[in-house]
T-cell receptor
Framework: GEDVEQSLFLSVREGDSSVINCTYT??????LYWYKQEPGAGLQLLTY?????DMKQDQRLTVLLNKKDKHLSLRIADTQTGDSAIYFC?????????????FGIGTKLQVIP | KAGVTQTPRYLIKTRGQQVTLSCSPI?????VSWYQQTPGQGLQFLFE???????NKGNFPGRFSGRQFSNSRSEMNVSTLELGDSALYLC?????????????FGPGTRLTVL
């Protein structure tokens, strides 16, 4: 079945790197995503990775995927106070145009100045 | 381009009532998905519509229903409201069925059931 798990809370100091981890159970997932939600706002897609990739880098963001362990991580370099938000890991499963997206419960990132 | 809009932004209802939420996708987007977000359960998929047809459905009771119009606008209806239906309801639109890089979320409708 589908299940996406992530820790609830992470606190880092401004300027440090943040690493948010996620595990998923369905090995047939097609895409894996990271979304950011700021207070009072909807979700913003930060980045995504195809399930046949190991790594994707986009400016300060690095996504690592370990398919064997079904582990996904998001590394934010030089974390800023503006990065404080809830980060959701998600996977999409299903063929072609019938993919269903399952989200984790979200990790609240607190950046201490 | 205007983003995804959801109306109303806030709603207070009492148990047993019914409610209709509206979502207007980004112009040109034909797929609309609905999610329920609660602190305890996180984000849960409700359903997805494409070209006025429901293409995907999550594990919610029949009290939750939706529809999509020919202009791609979508409505979600919850009948016989229960306290546990209090949540943030998010709508997301994309060009095609769950395109990973074109899915945009609206700000949500905060529903409180008393």
């Amino acid at each position: 079945g589908e299940d996406v798990e992530q820790s609830l809370f992470l606190s880092v100091r401004e300027g440090d790197s943040s690493v948010i981890n996620c595990t998923y159970t369905d090995s047939s997932s097609t895409y894996l995503y990271w979304y950011k939600q700021e207070p009072g706002a909807g979700l913003q897609l930060l980045t995504y990775i195809f399930s046949n990739m190991d790594m994707k880098q986009d400016q300060r963001l690095t996504v690592l995927l370990n398919k064997k362990d079904k582990h996904l991580s998001l590394r934010i370099a030089d974390t800023q106070t503006g990065d404080s938000a809830i980060y959701f890991c998600a996977e999409s499963i299903g063929p072609g145009g019938y993919q269903k997206v399952t989200f984790g419960i979200g990790t609240k990132l607190q950046v201490i100045p | 381009k205007a983003g995804v809009t959801q109306t109303p932004r806030y709603l207070i209802k009492t148990r047993g009532q019914q409610v209709t939420l509206s979502c207007s996708p980004i112009s040109g987007h034909r797929s609309v998905s609905w999610y329920q977000q609660t602190p305890g359960q996180g984000l849960q998929f409700l359903f997805e519509y494409f070209s006025e047809t429901q293409r995907n459905k999550g594990n919610f009771p029949g009290r939750f229903s939706g529809r999509q119009f020919s202009n791609s606008r979508s409505e979600m209806n919850v009948s016989t409201l229960e306290l546990g239906d209090s949540a943030l309801y998010l709508c997301a639109s994309s060009l095609a069925l769950t395109s990973p890089d074109t899915q945009y979320f609206g700000p949500g409708t905060r529903l409180t059931v008393l």
